[in-house]
């Protein structure tokens, strides 16, 4: 993930200045980590790509909101949660409309979004099939998190952000970033430990 917050709002002065070019340099060294949290937050491709291309929109529109001192990062993910909240939100008042890519398969998801379809796969069929349930099983147990445990652990797991970075997105101290990490990884080991192996091992597999 890009951390040189120096440059990112140098190019939002750019871009505040009229140079709208420097967009696409935003969107060249954000757009790959904001599809990675989306795509794992609400299990579809389709609707990763969506709700990038509308936080891109909003940092357009926000241009000149981003001073200095301003954290791109904390003020882009905080952004970005919001939306995939308010994405699972709708979909689950109309389930109907929103079955197709709620069912989505991580496995055949696009290289850029999906890690482990980068590195293809050498394992014997039934070694993939147990793989791939293994994923599954994660992938279902994230998914039914509550929003703020949700957002920490992909932050902290798959994103890399420290916990300062973290606590800027979801709005609390470092502590309270090690308390929703302990009650979001306590959740999942009961949810995977008959499951996922007789460690409970849940980071043995990527998620997607």
């Known amino acids: 993930m890009p ?19 420097a967009l696409n340099d935003i969107m060249l060294r954000w757009r790959r ?28 529109k926000n241009r000149e909101r981003f001073k200095e001192g ?28 929103g079955k197709d890519s709620l069912t989505d ?29 293994r994923i599954q099983l994660v992938k279902t147990a994230i998914g039914k998190l509550p929003h703020d445990l949700r957002v920490t652990l992909l932050l902290y797991q798959y994103e890399g952000l420290s916990y300062k970075e973290i606590g800027e997105v ?9 308390t929703r990490l302990y009650r979001a990884r306590k959740a999942l080991k009961a949810s995977l430990s008959s499951k996922v192996g007789p460690s409970g091992d849940i980071w043995g597999v990527d998620a997607g």
């Open 170 to 178: 979801v709005g609390c101290t470092v502590k309270g970033v090690e």
């Open 105 to 133: 398969d991580w496995s055949k998801a696009d290289t850029h979004i999906h890690p482990l379809a980068e590195n293809g796969s050498s394992q014997r069929p039934d070694d993939e099939a147990l793989k791939q349930e």
């Open 33 to 60: 980590p904001f599809l990675s949290f989306a795509y794992r937050y609400v299990q579809s491709e389709e609707d990763a790509r969506d709700l990038v291309e509308e936080l891109f929109v909003r940092i357009y």
């Open 3 to 21: 951390s040189d917050n120096e440059t990112d709002l140098a190019l939002l002065e750019e871009l505040r200045h009229g140079r709208d070019s």
């Open 70 to 97: 301003t954290k791109f990062s904390a003020w882009a993910f905080t952004s970005l949660s919001n939306l995939c909240k308010n994405l699972e939100r709708w979909k689950r008042r109309h389930p109907a409309l």
